[in-house]
């Protein structure tokens, strides 16, 4: 079993910062991609930003410049970094997994997408 938990939501005014940060837990063998999206009221969720297990990284357009991701493997914990935030940053954040996990009752691994509850960013003044 998997777990994706997120922290560092909250009310920012615009031009603020938050970080975001994503903590994977259970029976990870490896975690091949970690990566940000983000669903505001009304709007279909949205990749904000992916990065790989050799460190390559694609952000969305509307944030390049401004957020940055980061990865600590040894605690399986990926952050954004989010800076000059708009107001049209307003959504829900989720972050997402793709892990390697052990098969149960064999010697084999296999790949699994998973999903933290996602952290509210609001921007307003």
């Known amino acids: 079993q998997v777990q994706l938990v997120e922290s560092g939501g909250g009310l920012v005014q615009p031009g603020g910062s938050l970080t975001l940060s994503c903590a994977a837990s259970g029976s990870i063998f490896s975690i091949n991609t970690m990566a940000w999206y983000r669903q505001a009221p009304g709007k279909q969720r949205e990749l904000v930003v992916i990065t790989t297990s050799d460190g390559s990284t694609n952000y969305a357009d509307y944030v390049k410049g401004r957020f940055t991701i980061s990865r600590d493997n040894a605690k399986n914990t990926a952050y954004l970094q989010m800076n000059s935030l708009k107001p049209e940053d307003t959504a829900v954040y989720y972050c997402?997994?793709?892990?390697?996990?052990?098969?149960?009752?064999?010697?084999?691994?296999?790949?699994?997408?998973?999903w933290g509850q996602g952290t509210q960013v609001t921007v307003s003044s």
């Open positions: 997402n997994a793709n892990i390697q996990t052990l098969v149960p009752g064999t010697s084999l691994y296999r790949p699994g997408d998973y």
